[in-house]
Structures are given as structure tokens and as C-alpha cells.
């Protein structure tokens, strides 16, 4: 494999594979969004070569005795977002995006956890996808959903004024609410347009940056 494939991998040049007897190490696989830890598998050279290639996570089946493509039966892959080696060069970690849940289970995890990050935020925005994926009538956010763009932009608009007016006053309690209640209408809306909290977060980011 040449060095020159992808610098940003780094230290994987060094992978000590002679370290364990059946030549593999582990990877430890990672979404790179959230943070979440998804899986763990293992890894030889020509797993690593053919990720690169692909740009799909593929690992060594110690069972079969073989390579496999995370993903090529139930098409749900593992983009590769970037490669990591430890401190002993002996333990990889595979950031990636994932295309769907990672465990054969079904789980989004291995460990069946919900794939979101530790943040309460990103779970209440997964609890608003849900709502509006799967509509129920006692929903107040399905409504919403069902209400269409112009009746959710307009109750976002309304939570901004309320927001605004408890913000000249002194009362905690109700400016507090009021910005929460700003912030949900927000999430809401994001998912209307088709865009989710991390497209925010990410502007930020780059807006830090310059």
C-alpha cells in the first residue's frame, strides 16, 4: 500500500500486524457524527487496502476465513471517514458514516444503543424524525408536520415574539420556557426543510474556524 493513498490516515503506515499470532488487529469503528462507538471487527493489510479502495469498511471474518464488506448483503456500509492507529500500533479506529444500523440485529449498534450523541438535544430531534416518519393522532408534533412548512414557520415565528417579550421582563421561569419552547418549534422546522441540528452545528464549526 502506498503511502501516498491518503495522509490523513494517521499513523497507519505502522500497524504492527506481526503483534498477534493470526496477523489481524482490532478496529474499533466509530460514527463519526456522533461519537458513538458502533462495532468492533478485525482487520489485516489487504482489509485496509481494500477499505481505501472502496471507501466501504472491510474487515477479515475469522469464521469464514475471508474478507467481507461491511454492508454488501443488507446494503447498509460503512462509509470510511478516516483511519486511526493507537499509541502501541496495534488497535485501529475506523471513523465512519454509517448507512443504516450497524448490527446484524438490526440495533444501530452492537451494543444496542440508539446511534445519537450524548446529548439530549440530538435525542429530542430523533423523537421529532419519529413523529414525523411514523404520524400519530395524539401527537402534537405530528400535527404540526401534517399542518405543512407554512404552519410550522409561522409557529416559530410566533415562539421568537413570546421569546422576546419574556426577555424585557425579569421572570426566569417563563423566559426559560419560552426559549425552550422557541428551540423545539426550531427542531421541528429543520426537519421540515429536510435538514437536522448537526447541519447547524456544523456552520457553527466552520464559522469558529475562520
Known amino acids: 500500500m502506498s503511502q501516498n493513498t491518503n495522509q490523513s ?3 497507519i503506515w505502522n500497524i504492527d500486524f506481526a503483534k498477534y499470532s493470526d496477523g489481524l488487529v482490532p478496529a474499533i469503528v466509530q460514527d463519526d457524527a456522533t461519537g458513538k462507538v458502533l462495532m468492533l471487527a478485525f482487520m489485516n493489510q489487504e ?7 472502496l471507501q466501504k469498511v472491510t474487515f477479515y471474518s475469522r469464521s469464514r ?3 467481507w464488506t461491511k454492508g454488501e448483503e443488507s446494503g447498509n456500509y460503512l462509509i470510511l471517514k478516516d483511519i486511526k492507529v493507537d499509541c502501541d500500533n496495534d488497535t485501529l479506529l475506523i471513523k465512519v458514516k454509517p448507512m443504516g444500523p450497524t448490527c446484524h440485529t438490526g440495533a444501530d449498534t452492537c451494543w444496542n444503543e440508539k446511534n445519537v450523541p450524548a446529548d439530549f438535544l440530538f435525542e429530542l430531534e430523533q423523537i421529532i424524525v419519529d413523529r414525523k416518519n411514523n404520524p400519530s393522532e395524539k401527537s402534537y408534533t405530528s ?6 412548512i407554512n404552519k410550522i414557520a409561522q ?9 422576546v417579550i ?11 420556557n419560552e426559549g425552550a419552547d422557541l428551540l423545539f418549534h426550531y427542531l421541528i422546522l429543520l ?3 429536510g435538514y437536522s441540528l448537526n ?3 456544523r456552520i457553527l464549526k466552520d464559522r469558529h474556524n475562520k
Open 191 to 193: 426537519q421540515a426543510k
Open 47 to 53: 482489509a485496509i487496502t481494500k477499505t481505501q479502495e
Open 143 to 148: 400535527s404540526l408536520f401534517e399542518k405543512g
Open 199 to 201: 447541519d447547524v452545528i
Open 155 to 163: 409557529k416559530v415565528g410566533e415562539e421568537a415574539v413570546e421569546l
Open 65 to 67: 476465513k475471508k474478507l
Open 166 to 176: 419574556e426577555a424585557k421582563d425579569n421572570s426566569k421561569e417563563l423566559f426559560l
Open 9 to 11: 490516515f494517521n499513523g
